[in-house]
């Protein structure tokens, strides 16, 4: 069975203005997404706020994100989220991400900003893109 990994908004943003915190993570998670080694996600939601900031940076957001979209599957948002408790997070669109990751079914939620998820349902765990790769992928090649 395929892995398969939801990317938060601010995995997407750094890889595409190219921040430095996890970048070289980011690049290798999506190159081994290319790889078919697993499946990389992202949702609805991340795509219209993408290219709403991107464009405040002059940014061509669009082709970047159907770029994206090439290797990405998109999740579409499903109104019955909206009865998980979201409130438990300090940002909503965090706990709204989060809990459509878990009801589609994902294997990995991967954040920047772990600190955040305080609030997780163990059957979804919520990982930084390198130590995603140093304590799953890499631990599961043999």
Partial sequence: MVNKIF????????YVEERPNELDAI?????????????IFIS??????SIYLLKKQNI????????????????PFSKDVLYYPIEKYKDTEDGLLYFLAYKTKMNYFIS???????????SL??????????EIYFNDIP
């Fill in 44 to 49: 609805e939601s991340v795509i219209a706020t």
């Fill in 27 to 39: 690049k290798e998670i999506i190159y081994l997404a290319q790889l078919q080694k697993f499946e």
């Fill in 7 to 14: 990317l938060d908004i601010n995995i997407v943003i750094d």
């Fill in 125 to 134: 765990p919520v990982m930084s893109p390198t130590n995603f790769l140093k």
């Fill in 60 to 75: 061509d957001a669009l082709s970047v994100l159907r770029e994206i979209c090439k290797i990405a599957g998109v999740v």
């Fill in 112 to 122: 920047r900003n772990v600190k955040d998820f305080t609030f997780v349902f163990p």
